[in-house]
């Protein structure tokens, strides 16, 4: 739970409001194991309130079931079922400013198939997934968002030293959208190659490059065959210091501004355990939008710090500050955002 202030709460440089909020997040999980396999139900909400901008007040839920079968010692399956509610914060996307955030719901199915076992001379993943995502609201816009999304992947990994593989992946997201006017129907498929490791005990990380083609089944709207790459690194130089950095480059869909949408990002986070009971977590990061077809192109930079007091063995006590920072060629799209925020955690 946590009491901060967020200012301003939409993300828009016009008529800005800055307000107290309260959040509540609630975390639950139930775990079985039998006969060497494992299920979890899990239910995780958060419920926010604002002082001086109740519009914006909004309750997520995310219920989950997930499964880990294993076969043989080669041979395993990873599943999951669940259903999310959440909403778009206004000015979160390009579809304007309504009088209340955009709420949407999905069910949603997830299923990853491994053969091999970690350190053998080759493995191979298969892996797929589908989400209806529905709009509840502010249908005069949202309309045009509601989509069936699917995908599917396959990656095969080769061990290349004792403790480093390269990986080939092929990976394919359909979205289909449900609006018969809409022209955002596409397919973006990706080639990647990369090195996964855990070469000493102070690096790990996957870095893979590549292809993606992004396909639009309207003729008259722009697609993209382009580089790619994603990449996460983690860093201990000692035992209570960690750092991770996250590397991407990969197109999103359009939320009503250009066809689609080129993303080049960077986060920077470290994590410091000073005593046995402070720690600290300080990030920075930086996202380049460029949206194609248009003019217009974006730069989010994002910074946060915080410090973490482990008032007991079950309850820690943090206080946080986050900065977001959106620089754009378009000047009606720029907006600098600070929110802090006093919270405390307990696990029963």
Same mark, same amino acid.
């Given at each position: 739970?946590?009491?901060?202030?967020?200012?301003?709460?939409?993300?828009?440089?016009?008529?800005?409001?800055?307000?107290?909020?309260?959040?509540?997040?609630?975390?639950?999980?139930?775990?079985?194991?039998?006969?060497?396999?494992?299920?979890?139900?899990?239910?995780?909400?958060?419920?926010?309130?604002?002082?001086?901008?109740?519009?914006?007040?909004?309750n997520h839920h995310d219920i989950q079931l997930a499964g880990d079968n294993y076969f043989s010692s080669r041979s395993a399956l990873g599943w999951s079922v669940g259903y999310i509610a959440r909403t778009d914060p206004r000015g979160s996307?390009?579809?304007?400013?309504?009088?209340?955030?955009?709420?949407?719901?999905?069910?949603?199915?997830?299923?990853?198939?491994?053969?091999?076992?970690?350190?053998?001379?080759?493995?191979?993943? =298969?892996?797929?997934? *589908?989400?209806?995502?529905?709009?509840?609201?502010?249908? @005069?816009? $949202?309309?045009?968002?509601? #989509?069936? !999304?699917?995908?599917?992947?396959?990656?095969?990994?080769?061990?290349?030293?004792?403790?480093?593989?390269?990986?080939?992946?092929?990976?394919?997201t359909n979205a289909d959208y449900i609006d018969p006017t809409s022209t955002g129907d596409n397919t973006d498929r990706r080639y990647l190659v990369g090195l996964v490791w855990d070469a000493t005990a102070k690096t790990t990380g996957t870095?893979?490059?590549?292809?993606?083609?992004?396909?639009?089944?309207?003729?008259?709207?722009?697609?993209?065959?382009?580089?790619?790459?994603?990449?996460?690194?983690?860093?201990?130089?000692?035992?209570?210091?960690?750092?991770?950095?996250?590397?991407?480059?990969?197109?999103?869909?359009?939320?009503?501004?250009?066809?689609? =949408?080129?993303?080049? *990002?960077?986060?920077?986070?470290?994590?410091?355990?000073? @005593?046995? $009971?402070?720690?600290?977590? #300080?990030? !920075?990061?930086?996202?380049?939008?460029?949206?194609?077809?248009?003019?217009?192109?974006?730069?989010?930079?994002?910074?946060?710090?915080?410090?973490?007091?482990?008032?007991?063995?079950?309850?820690?006590?943090?206080?946080?500050?986050?900065?977001?920072?959106?620089?754009?060629?378009?000047?009606?799209?720029?907006?600098?955002?600070?929110?802090?925020?006093?919270?405390?955690?307990?696990?029963?």
């Open positions: 739970m946590g009491v901060g202030n967020n200012s301003p709460v939409v993300g828009t440089n016009v008529n800005p409001v800055s307000s107290t909020f309260w959040t509540l997040q609630p975390l639950m999980v139930g775990e079985l194991k039998t006969h060497g396999d494992r299920y979890t139900l899990s239910y995780r909400g958060n419920f926010t309130r604002y002082d001086n901008s109740s519009a914006d007040n909004f996307t390009d579809r304007g400013i309504s009088a209340t955030p955009d709420s949407w719901n999905a069910p949603v199915a997830r299923a990853l198939y491994i053969y091999g076992v970690p350190g053998a001379p080759g493995r191979f993943e =298969v892996e797929g997934w *589908g989400q209806q995502k529905r709009y509840d609201n502010n249908r @005069a816009t $949202t309309v045009a968002a509601d #989509a069936d !999304l699917t995908g599917a992947s396959g990656r095969f990994f080769w061990r290349v030293m004792p403790r480093t593989s390269a990986v080939l992946e092929i990976r394919q870095v893979k490059v590549g292809q993606v083609e992004k396909k639009f089944s309207n003729s008259a709207r722009q697609g993209t065959t382009s580089s790619t790459w994603e990449g996460a690194v983690r860093w201990s130089p000692l035992t209570y210091s960690v750092w991770d950095l996250m590397m991407y480059k990969a197109p999103s869909d359009s939320t009503g501004f250009g066809d689609y =949408v080129m993303n080049t *990002g960077a986060t920077l986070a470290w994590n410091h355990q000073w @005593a046995s $009971t402070i720690s600290s977590r #300080a990030t !920075l990061g930086n996202v380049q939008s460029d949206f194609a077809a248009t003019a217009r192109s974006d730069i989010v930079r994002n910074y946060g710090l915080g410090f973490f007091y482990n008032v007991s063995r079950t309850v820690r006590a943090g206080l946080e500050w986050t900065r977001t920072d959106r620089s754009s060629n378009q000047t009606v799209f720029e907006f600098n955002r600070n929110v802090t925020m006093l919270s405390l955690e307990a696990t029963l």
